[in-house]
């Protein structure tokens, strides 16, 4: 079984930045595609962005497109989401996920593995 934590969320002004973590553990990480999911509320939750196991390949979605960067470190068995230029509309708990295997994937149910989630709020 994977475990993820979330961390990095809080309260950032717009057009700040911010870097989300996920650390995983109890698993072969280096192995699984990964993804960041938004849910603002009263929507559903959202795609962000994925990055395949080697981190050859990664999507955004078209609202983050160009403000975000994922990444990931599988030494040390995280991922990163690099967020730049935030703006009041990205405000939402951040979930990171872990895709039953290495491939990128912008499909929710592709994902067996998610955190707690972690909040992030920016104020315009």
């Known amino acids: 079984q994977v475990q993820l934590v979330e961390s990095g969320g809080g309260l950032v002004q717009a057009g700040g930045s911010l870097r989300l973590s996920c650390a995983a553990s109890?698993?072969?990480?280096?192995?699984?595609?990964m993804g960041w999911f938004r849910q603002a509320p009263g929507k559903q939750r959202e795609f962000v962005a994925t990055i395949s196991w080697s981190g050859s390949s990664t999507y955004y979605a078209d609202s983050v497109k160009g403000r975000f960067t994922i990444s990931r470190d599988n030494a040390k068995n995280t991922v990163y989401l690099q967020m730049n230029s935030l703006k009041p509309e990205d405000t939402a708990v951040y979930y990171c996920?872990?895709?039953?295997?290495?491939?990128?994937?912008?499909?929710?149910?592709?994902?067996?593995?998610w955190g707690q989630g972690t909040q992030v709020t920016v104020s315009s």
């Open positions: 109890g698993h072969t990480f280096s192995s699984n595609g």
């Open positions: 996920a872990a895709a039953s295997y290495g491939l990128a994937s912008t499909r929710q149910y592709e994902y067996h593995y």
